[in-house]
T-cell receptor
Framework: EAGVTQFPSHSVIEKGQTVTLRCDPI?????LYWYRRVMGKEIKFLLH????????ESGMPNNRFLAERTGGTYSTLKVQPAELEDSGVYFC?????????????FGPGTRLTVT | KQEVTQIPAALSVPEGENLVLNCSFT??????LQWFRQDPGKGLTSLLL?????REQTSGRLNASLDKSSGRSTLYIAASQPGDSATYLC????????????FGPGTRLSVLP
């Protein structure tokens, strides 16, 4: 069974540009999460999809970040325009359900560098 | 606000030792806790998931315990090996914070051959 995949693995962009990150969850997992780790900080939650609906987007830092999950399959996270403080590693995770019995499975992450 | 801490921040042990990693959380209203390992430049690998109703979970040489009332979880690694070297993260699923995790800062473990 394929795990959670993320693309690209690494992206270097200039301040003010736009970047789109993609996450493909494990097949059949309705729940998809985005997290990020910025330099020297803990991993922080960004948002949670259940199928194509945003269940919780309380962790999104500002309106420069837009997440979508059309059709309830893969998800994209767009940063527009990117700022220096957006640099970090963006992780995607998926789970079969939500709640206490469900593990979250993480992808390898996308390292974003904004120069 | 849920806060998660991990002690120690870093640990270096000789191969073969048994060791304990600690995770503490401030809000005991949790629904689960998950331990992960992260290798340099890689994603997170799930190790163990403990539900709020459980006190421990075991997988091979790993044993994780949970004491909700005291806000603590420990990850016990038996007979450590150099391949265990990684950063270990605990993540707490809190009832007041939706279905997402609050992560600790991690413990960086080095097992010396």
């Amino acid at each position: 069974e394929a795990g959670v995949t993320q693309f690209p693995s690494h992206s270097v962009i200039e301040k003010g540009q736009t970047v789109t990150l993609r996450c493909d969850p494990i097949s059949g997992h309705d729940n998809l999460y985005w997290y990020r780790r910025v330099m020297g900080k803990e991993i922080k939650f960004l948002l949670h999809f259940v199928k194509e609906s945003k269940q919780d987007e309380s962790g999104m830092p500002n309106n420069r970040f837009l997440a979508e999950r059309t059709g309830g399959t893969y998800s994209t996270l767009k940063v527009q325009p990117a700022e220096l403080e957006d640099s970090g590693v963006y992780f995607c995770a998926s789970s079969q359900g939500s709640g206490r019995i469900y593990e979250q499975y993480f992808g390898p992450g996308t390292r974003l560098t904004v120069t | 606000k849920q806060e998660v801490t991990q002690i120690p921040a870093a640990l270096s042990v000789p191969e073969g030792e048994n060791l304990v990693l600690n995770c503490s959380f401030t809000d005991s209203a949790i629904y689960n806790l998950q331990w992960f390992r992260q290798d340099p430049g890689k994603g997170l690998t799930s190790l163990l998931l403990i539900q709020s109703s459980q006190r421990e979970q075991t997988s091979g040489r790993l044993n994780a315990s949970l004491d909700k009332s005291s806000g603590r979880s420990t990850l016990y690694i038996a007979a450590s090996q150099p391949g265990d070297s990684a950063t270990y993260l605990c993540a707490v699923g809190s009832l007041d914070y939706g279905q997402n995790f609050v992560f600790g800062p991690g413990t960086r473990l080095s097992v010396l051959p």
